[in-house]
């Protein structure tokens, strides 16, 4: 299973080399060679077959990324674990904690684009990030957790059997950075926890017969997938959700309104990472793009979008404090907004200039069920 | 709360109905289903049993099922879920009557049915924050204002209809979802569906749960016959490889009744609607994933054959067999074969057909 994905990796990068310095003969202008690859990049600058886009390829180099992106979760996780003894045995400090948890979120952050597949059959939405959290569920379940005997708290298959509020960052988070809290031990346990999560949605994707393997089977028989294209459109769907998320959700919850913000309806304003998943989530989405999406997009479309993005993300930087602080100030407030726009006009332009060029469907019909 | 008063209503509302067009009067359609055209216009379609379109009523987004009035020509056309508004037409005049918005806290599932009086509207929602599902009721002769809700008895309230007495089956399809992940389903190792019948005051009287083992088979659409016999078309919500049964039924007092069929593995783990036929020899399942219809005997439920047929959707009675949506039009016809006719227009049907006169 595992040798399969670097030798297409070594394949790609074969032909990556030498169509690099590709051409093929100008019929506008003979005699001038017409070049279809960038040098820089190796992709080719336009889709490939003008409108035949190679749905096996996508796939293939899609679940790279996933691949990537849901073992960095399992790295993470394995190293808060690992931090989280060393915190509560006393053998290192606080702030090295705090950082392993930022990463741990930091690595979360692009998985929540993809509620499909394993994240969904497993119900690791709600397990590992508890959010929004109208009715205060993280808390109360934590408060089951901390009335535990602390040999309890420290088990993860303890804590893999309470709410589903109690096991997740939000909880590590309210453990952490609330004062006059102890955290230890019940963040050994909630982040071996999240680490058995983690492991589980790598196999889910990625262990023989996972969702990998049923997106490799497309076609008539497969229950889901009828044929390539269709992963390639649950990919796109789910890259245009997760924009959708960052717009209403992360940002639109705490802007409320002009005359009435909700600070605490910001992600993670405990931790004041709100801004950071932001982004985390924006790079993971652009990865997606980069390297899953690459050459099957016309290399204008392609380059404008990374435009985009690039500008989303410094819109995020230029707002300075943390969105949770940031909407209680008239200034700042208008600041959120514009990212808030701004990410929905990529959003937008995602759905002008890649949608289209990967033949992805933008109309209905009762084959979508409900 | 005394939400034992809701449904029960005097004999006041007789005059106000007067006023208000009959089905006749709205060119006597026999069905209704969502739609929409090429550039994303979505469409409250209503139909003949000859393919005719009677009327085509725009509605501000994509429908999922209509509820039709008893008898006066107005039908209410759902948003699909996670949806926030529901538009109640009036069918003969294309009017506008009332618009339905959920409260705070809660989006229609996209289905309901009124009160055999035709008084009250109940709406099948979720109360995404608590979680829990719920019936919103609408007063029909005050404006469809709001007048309370009642427990659906579940989470993921979908599909309910109205039984020939009066009372009412929801199907809670167990499955939890918040506007917040968009249509992802929060629950599945936690998932629980039923069936759940409230009498026709809507005080839940009865419940069925799946075994075990079909804990993850999402009860969501269902049809019932005069005798009370509810069939139940599911959605397959484990492993997708592993083969289950897609098509159930049941009678108060017994047990959920599973039925297989050789061709249930076409339906891609998801029926979309059911309809029993009206001499009750047949039951049809749609499968608008894969494509294909399953036909079973509707006495024994033992698989009769199946049909590949393109998009096959809604499903209702006609005559003793099926009007079925499918791409380009309707057929009608069941087990042993059927007439396809066509319908201009090019509509993209939505996902249900509600039959007028059985609603």
């Known amino acids: ?370 | 709360m005394k939400r034992r008063h809701f449904l029960i209503s005097g004999a006041a509302g007789a005059a106000l109905s007067m006023a208000r067009p009959s089905w006749a009067m709205a060119g006597a359609p026999a069905y209704l289903t969502a739609a929409s055209k090429e550039g994303n216009s979505t469409w409250l379609v209503g139909l003949t049993e000859q393919g005719d379109v009677v009327f085509e009523l725009p509605i501000p987004s994509r429908g999922h099922a209509a509820a039709a009035h008893p008898f006066l020509a107005e039908a209410v056309a759902f948003a699909r879920r996670p949806g926030r508004f529901a538009v109640v037409l009036d069918c003969a005049t294309g009017s506008e009557i009332a618009r339905l918005d959920s409260p705070e806290g809660r989006h229609f599932y996209g289905h309901g049915a009124f009160t055999a009086d035709g008084k009250l509207l109940l709406t099948t929602e979720n109360a995404y924050d608590v979680p829990d599902g719920r019936l919103g009721v609408w007063d029909a002769e005050d404006g469809y204002k709001r007048i309370g809700e009642l427990p659906s008895g579940g989470i993921g309230p979908h599909e309910m209809i109205r039984l020939a007495d009066g009372s009412f089956a929801v199907a809670n399809g167990g499955m939890q979802t918040h506007p917040d992940y968009d249509r992802a389903v929060l629950n599945i190792p936690s998932m629980k569906p039923n069936l759940t019948y409230l009498d026709a005051q809507g005080e839940i009287v009865d419940q069925v749960e799946p075994p075990a083992d079909m804990r993850l088979n999402s009860i969501r659409h269902i049809a019932a016959d005069d005798t009370g016999r509810v069939v139940i078309a599911l959605q397959w919500q484990g492993n997708p490889l592993t083969a289950v049964p897609l098509m159930a039924s049941h009678r108060r007092g017994e047990d959920l009744a599973f039925f297989d069929h050789p061709e249930t593995v076409r339906l891609k783990q998801y029926a979309g609607s059911i309809a029993i036929s009206a001499d009750g020899s047949e039951i049809a399942v749609t499968g608008p994933k894969g494509g294909h219809v399953l036909f079973f005997d509707g006495q024994t439920g033992a698989p009769i054959n199946g049909r590949a047929l393109p998009e096959a959707s809604g499903v209702a009675q006609f005559g003793d067999r099926f009007a079925i949506t499918l791409a380009g039009g309707l057929l009608e016809g069941g087990a042993s074969g059927g007439k396809m006719l066509d319908v201009a227009g090019g509509y993209s049907w939505d996902n249900h057909l509600v039959s007028i006169r059985r609603v």
């Not at chain 1, 096996?56 to 808060?80: K, M, N, P, Y």
């Not at chain 1, 999240?194 to 889910?204: F, N, P, Q, S, T």
């Not at chain 1, 959700?241 to 005359?259: C, M, N, S, W």
């Open chain 1, 1 to 370: 299973m595992t040798v399969k994905p670097i030798l297409s990796a070594l394949v790609l990068c074969a032909v990556a080399g030498t169509s690099a310095a590709q051409s093929i003969a100008n019929k506008e202008a003979p005699g001038v060679a017409l070049e279809t690859h960038s040098e820089e990049t190796g992709l080719p600058y336009f889709a490939p077959g003008r409108g035949v886009v190679d749905h096996d390829a996508i796939r293939r180099r899609v679940l790279e990324v996933f691949d990537r992106q849901f073992g960095s979760f399992v790295t993470e996780t394995q190293a808060l674990t690992d931090a989280a003894l060393a915190y509560c045995e006393g053998t290192s400090d606080e702030a090295a904690f705090k950082a392993q948890f930022r990463d741990t979120w930091m690595a979360w952050a692009p998985l929540d684009s993809y509620q499909f597949g394993p994240i969904e059959s497993q119900g690791a939405a709600l397990t590992v990030n508890f959010w929004p959290d109208k009715k205060n569920f993280v808390g109360r379940a934590l408060r089951d957790l901390l009335n535990k005997t602390a040999e309890e708290q420290a088990d993860p298959a303890v804590v893999a059997g309470l709410s589903a509020g109690a096991q997740g960052l939000p909880a590590i988070e309210m453990l952490t950075y609330t004062d006059g809290v102890e955290p230890c031990p019940a963040v050994v346990g909630i982040s071996g926890n999240l680490h058995r999560i983690a492991v589980d949605l790598h196999d889910g994707w990625f262990a023989e017969g996972g969702w990998a393997d049923l997106a490799r089977a497309a076609g008539p028989d497969n229950p889901v997938y009828l044929d390539a294209s269709e992963f390639t459109k649950v990919v796109y769907t789910a890259l245009d959700f997760g924009l959708t998320r960052i717009a209403d959700t992360r940002l639109g919850r705490p802007l409320g309104t002009y005359e009435r913000p909700n600070p605490k309806h910001a992600e993670a304003w405990r931790s004041g990472l709100t801004n950071d998943i932001i982004v985390a989530q924006l790079k993971g989405i652009e990865e997606v793009v980069r390297f899953g999406f690459a050459g099957d997009i016309a290399e204008n479309n392609r380059s404008w979008i990374y435009t985009v993005f690039e500008q989303t993300e410094g819109r995020v930087d230029s707002i300075g404090t943390p969105v949770s602080e940031a909407v209680t100030d008239p200034m700042s407030y208008i600041r959120v907004e514009g990212l808030q726009s701004k990410v929905q006009y990529l959003k937008g332009e995602m759905d002008q200039e890649i949608g289209p060029n990967l033949g992805v469907e933008t109309g209905f019909s009762a084959a979508d069920g409900d």
